[in-house]
Each structure stands twice: as structure tokens, then as C-alpha cells.
């Protein structure tokens, strides 16, 4: 079994910056994926970014230069740097670990992100 603790979300004014973390916990295959999703209000939820243990990145065009993921192998966390925040990035960011080549999918508690304009 597999546990991810978000951390980080909170409060912050259109330009400001914050930082997510995501530590997993238990047994955790070596081949996996890392990332992080959001879910506006009312809304599905959508990728943000995801970084393999390798270090190769995808993003969502709409975090494309504003957002920054990164991984600590050794501590099995990720982050999420994200600066330039805008209003439209509010939403409850969950972490994802995704086991390959099965493609299952752990998932957080949430973090909410709240950007005031």
C-alpha cells in the first residue's frame, strides 16, 4: 500500500509564488511517475505536471513557464514550484503516483490553492 501527504497549499495573491510537496510512503515500485493534478470547483480534474524518476517533464500548456516540477528519488517526494500565480490556478492539487507499466494510479488527499486577484 501506497500513501501520498501533500503539503504546502494555502493562500496567495495573483503573482505570488507557492511550493507543493508530496512525500509517499510503503512499498513503492521503481518505475513510476510523479505529478501533480488540479481540480477547479465544478470542474474535472486536469494535469498540472508529471517528472519521471529519470527527471523528464510534462506540463501543462497553461503552467508552461510559471510552473516547475521536481523529484527527490531518495525521499520519494515531489514538488511544484509555482510562481506567477494567476487566478485562474486556484483549485485542490492532488499528487499522483502512477505504477508502470500497469499505469495505476495512487492519489493524495488534496491541497487546496487558493490565488486572490
Known amino acids: 500500500q501506497v500513501q501520498l501527504v501533500e503539503s504546502g497549499g494555502g493562500l496567495v495573491q495573483a503573482g505570488g509564488s507557492l511550493r507543493l510537496s508530496c512525500t509517499a510512503s510503503g512499498t513503492i515500485s521503481s518505475f513510476n511517475v510523479m505529478g501533480w493534478y488540479r481540480q477547479p470547483l465544478g470542474k474535472q480534474r486536469e494535469l498540472v505536471a508529471t517528472i519521471t524518476r529519470e527527471g523528464s517533464t510534462n506540463y501543462a500548456d497553461s503552467v508552461k513557464g510559471r510552473f516547475a516540477i521536481s523529484r527527490d528519488n531518495a525521499k520519494n517526494t515531489v514538488y511544484v514550484q509555482m510562481n506567477s500565480l494567476k487566478a485562474e490556478d486556484t483549485a485542490v492539487y492532488y499528487c499522483?503516483?502512477?505504477?508502470?507499466?500497469?499505469?495505476?494510479?495512487?492519489w493524495g488527499q488534496g491541497t487546496q490553492v487558493t490565488v486572490s486577484s
Open positions: 499522483n503516483l502512477r505504477v508502470l507499466p500497469w499505469n495505476y494510479d495512487y
